[in-house]
């Protein structure tokens, strides 16, 4: 059984920053292509970003290129994503992804 469990949300003011962590459990951790989703009031859950096992290759929404960061440590099995520059529009449920897994999300609200 794979749990995800992100932590680091919160309430910022734009411009501010944040950092995203998602601890999974399991040992094929490293193996994996991890990712963000995101999902805002009234919305479909959208891409955020995504890396794959070696830390090599991201992709990233067009929304959030140039802004956000994601990185891993398969030593923690931790997925991480970087935050700068946030706008209201960021202002969403974080979601951290791994293959048909989920983790239970975490708020972040950007204030103008």
């Known amino acids: 059984q794979v749990q995800l469990v992100e932590s680091g949300g919160g309430l910022v003011q734009a411009g501010g920053s944040l950092r995203l962590s998602c601890a999974a459990s399991?040992?094929?951790?490293?193996?994996?292509?991890m990712g963000w989703f995101r999902q805002a009031p009234g919305k479909e859950r959208e891409f955020v970003a995504n890396?794959?096992?070696?830390?090599?290759?991201?992709n990233y929404a067009d929304s959030v290129k140039g802004r956000f960061t994601i990185s891993r440590d398969n030593a923690k099995n931790t997925v991480y994503l970087q935050m700068n520059s946030l706008k209201p529009e960021d202002t969403a449920v974080y979601y951290c992804?791994?293959?048909?897994?989920w983790g239970q999300g975490t708020q972040v609200t950007v204030s103008s």
């Open positions: 890396i794959d096992w070696s830390g090599g290759t991201k």
């Open positions: 992804n791994k293959g048909l897994y």
């Open positions: 399991g040992r094929t951790f490293s193996s994996y292509t």
